[in-house]
């Protein structure tokens, strides 16, 4: 990046004019290298990062395992003389997604290509040995992703495999000169991220897995709360049983005694 000198202040401050009769205050040389050296931080700070985010991206809108995804593919153009007329996406193949679509592009046609994997894969109780390997886009004559331009490709894929899985999905870029980029080199976590990285993303746990446990939780505790009210309504159904046998008993051991005091004093009056 090319940076201008800046140029003296041309303020009427006494520092920089001086006073009538005297030959005028000359600029510092410190300053100016000061100005410099900040401009060129700013460079080697806003260079690096402006480098970093001009690769090939991949986001997942729901990266959860088991489940289906759309991947969005952020692609830039980083020539300054050349289009981008095609990219493609390499599949995985040792956790390989069975079903992939594509959302149409105005100005490109997109392949899905299919065939045989390496080796075949257990899924579901059974095998895999055909997958969806490679989706290319390329561009309509005349359409191009052009300099300082980026496209997007989308694509609907899954089943995700299992939680903690890093999804690899190097591309290839080719240019309308006939330059190729490989986007294929591995992110190790830790380490800084390397010139042409392949673009990946990590998959996650159902958070189903969470509800359902929250859930047969609650069905757990309402069970056993079912099951401890039932038996102090037991408890208290046997309690109010005893006590009305038992209230019934007196009553008639009353009338009784009722009975025999009548009977007595009948006798003692004749």
Known sequence: MT??????STSSDAATTGTAGDSPARPRRGTHRTAAAALLAGALVVGPALAAS?????????????????????????SDTAGTTAVTVDLPTDTPLRSVSVEPVPGWSA???????????AVDGGELA????????????????GPGEFQRFVVSAGPLPE??????????QTYSDGEVVAWDEPVVAGEEEPNAPAPSFTTVAAA?????????EVTATAASASTTGAAAADA??????????GGLAVAVAAFLLALVGAAGRRRAAR
């Open 3 to 8: 940076h201008s000198t800046p140029t003296p």
């Open 54 to 78: 001009a690769h090939v991206r991949v986001s997942a809108d729901d990266p959860t395992a088991g489940g289906y995804s759309v991947l969005t593919f952020r692609v830039p153009n980083e």
């Open 111 to 121: 392949e899905v290509v299919t065939g045989d994997l390496p080796e075949p894969v």
């Open 130 to 145: 055909e997958a969806p390997l490679h989706v290319t886009w390329t561009a309509d004559p005349g359409v191009e992703i």
């Open 163 to 172: 939680a903690g899985t890093d999804v690899v999905l190097p591309a290839t």
């Open 208 to 216: 189903d897995d969470e509800v359902a446990t929250t859930d047969a």
């Open 236 to 245: 208290t159904d046997s309690s109010a049983r005893w006590l009305a046998g």
